[in-house]
T-cell receptor, first 113, second 112 residues
């Protein structure tokens, strides 16, 4: 089992550009959540996808959007990048249910210059 | 809103001694409390978790305790080893939704 995989591992973008990050969940998991982790901080919840729909959303602007595909993989899109969007973006997957473990990928390090 | 406070932010202990990290949560509907270890350049790794119907759970050198009345939970690492050096995060998940709220982390240094 490959666990949760994310791509790319590192990315450098210019302010104002758009970026797409990708996540493949752990085998058997159908729920994907995205988190933003600024340097020296804990992960902050962005949103969660289940059955190809956004189920929960944290306090992030509409510039952050996502998608889930029928195979449960997911994308995170960020438009009009700001310098403050520089962070480690983490994907976590879990099986259906509110009482289940969440497993994280290694993250995508996004640097906005 | 939901909040998880974690202390201390940095902790240094002698190899072989015990380390304790404490957290409090605000959402009384929280019913699942995972702990994650994050090493440099990696994603958080789940090391132990506890559910609200249990007061204590142990896995080898790691134990977690939960006091629902006080909304406190703690991580205890005994017989610390150099490979325990990392950043540790506590977290809480509400029974209302599936969001996991994280503390700000504790950087644990194991001194030789």
């Amino acid at each position: 089992d490959a666990g949760v995989t994310q791509s790319p591992t590192h990315l450098i973008k210019t302010r104002g550009q758009q970026v797409t990050l990708r996540c493949s969940p752990k085998s058997g998991h159908d729920t994907v959540s995205w988190y933003q982790q600024a340097l020296g901080q804990g992960p902050q919840f962005i949103f969660q996808y289940y059955e190809e729909e956004e189920r929960q959303r944290g306090n992030f602007p509409d510039r952050f959007s996502g998608h889930q595909f029928p195979n449960y993989s997911s994308e995170l899109n960020v438009n009009a990048l700001l310098l403050g969007d520089s962070a480690l973006y983490l994907c976590a997957s879990s099986p259906t249910g509110l009482d289940t473990e969440a497993f994280f990928g290694q993250g995508t390090r996004l640097t906005v210059v | 809103g939901e909040n998880v406070e974690q202390h201390p932010s940095t902790l240094s202990v002698q190899e072989g001694d015990s380390a304790v990290i404490k957290c409090t949560y605000s959402d009384s509907a929280s019913n699942y409390f995972p702990w994650y270890k994050q090493e440099l350049g990696k994603g958080p790794q789940l090391i132990i978790d506890i559910r609200s119907n249990v007061g204590e759970k142990k896995d080898q050198r790691i134990a977690v305790t939960l006091n629902k009345t006080a909304k406190h939970f703690s991580l205890h690492i005994t017989e610390t080893q150099p490979e325990d050096s990392a950043v540790y995060f506590c977290a809480a998940r509400s029974g209302r939704d599936d969001k996991i709220i994280f503390g700000k982390g504790t950087r644990l240094h194991i001194l030789p």
